[in-house]
């Protein structure tokens, strides 16, 4: 049976999460969440809390930096660097594989 990694899963709708939503599915508090929004770690830049509402990528990212943090004791900003990186090397190989090649 092939081993299950939670942190690239990803939602393939188009569905959009709460705060309350999104804290639940990245297993932390509240609070976690704003403090990532507001330093501009984490959605789309959206001031109002009220109106934020996060998407499946938001979803991946969030389990990194948490993942970073958590797991290496990391400080968000780090983190927050380390899923940028990820994200880039997502980025790089889908254009490979659009370009017929495949380096792996």
């Known amino acids: 049976m092939a081993e299950y990694n939670a942190i690239e899963a990803e ?3 188009d569905a959009r999460l709460t ?10 508090e509240r609070q976690w969440v704003v403090e990532r929004v507001e330093s501009g770690m984490l959605g789309d830049g959206t001031r109002y809390l ?4 996060f998407t ?6 969030a389990r990194r930096l948490r993942q970073m943090e958590f797991d290496f ?3 968000p900003e780090l983190a927050a660097l380390v899923a940028d990186l990820f994200e880039e090397v997502d980025h790089l190989r889908r254009r490979l ?3 017929g090649l495949n380096l792996e």
């Open 97 to 99: 594989r659009a370009a």
């Open 19 to 28: 705060l309350e939503e999104f804290a639940r599915a990245c297993a932390v």
């Open 73 to 75: 004791d990391a400080e």
């Open 56 to 61: 499946s990528h938001d979803l991946t990212r």
């Open 50 to 53: 009220s109106q934020w509402r």
């Open 11 to 13: 939602v393939l709708d």
